[in-house]
């Protein structure tokens, strides 16, 4: 008796949790209408790449340009630094960076939405140790395009036609 309560009561949170909406992390369920499309942007980049990478983990078929798939076209990314806080002697001891990109999708027969993508993150200057502070620097750059294109799909995941 004790297991169909637990079991009644399992079956009956579960539903609640999917009559919600909730969804696992990770989960992309892209409109119907990008299941095709086409990415236009530098495709030599690395950021190009995740971005593709990531869209074709979504389950996107990736096409040539046509007036009839939506196009999804990544500009150019931007990334500065500036000083943070400084030492007695007005030394940078961390910097702040920021990050980021704009990306646009045009729909068959529907004005051009524009999205931002935007990271701010710090890192400390490590001045005795210029290697380590340099490949922070490119880690941290690193990190923040694989974030830059997961968040490109989670805002197209968002999206209703």
């Known amino acids: 008796m004790l297991i169909r309560i637990k079991a009644g009561i399992l079956i009956l949170l579960t539903l609640l949790l999917a009559g919600c909406g ?5 989960g992309d369920n892209l409109a119907p209408e990008l299941q095709r499309l086409a990415l236009v942007g530098d495709d030599k980049s690395q950021f190009y ?4 990478a990531r869209l074709q983990r979504a389950g996107v078929q ?11 076209t990544i500009s150019g990314l931007g990334q500065g630094n500036s000083v943070a806080s400084v030492n007695g002697r007005a030394d940078a001891l961390e910097y702040a960076t920021r990050f980021g990109t704009r990306f646009t999708l045009d729909m068959p027969d529907q004005a051009r939405q ?6 701010n ?7 005795a140790q210029a290697l380590a502070s340099s490949r ?25 036609f």
């Open 22 to 26: 909730f969804q696992l992390r990770g």
């Open 49 to 52: 790449r995740l971005v593709s």
């Open 62 to 72: 990736l096409v040539e340009p046509s007036a009839l798939t939506p196009i999804l």
């Open 114 to 119: 524009v999205f931002n993508v935007t990271f």
């Open 121 to 127: 993150r710090s890192f400390l200057d490590k001045s």
């Open 136 to 160: 922070e620097q490119f880690q941290l750059h690193e990190q923040m395009e694989r974030e830059a294109a997961e968040q490109i799909v989670r805002q197209l995941n968002r999206l209703s």
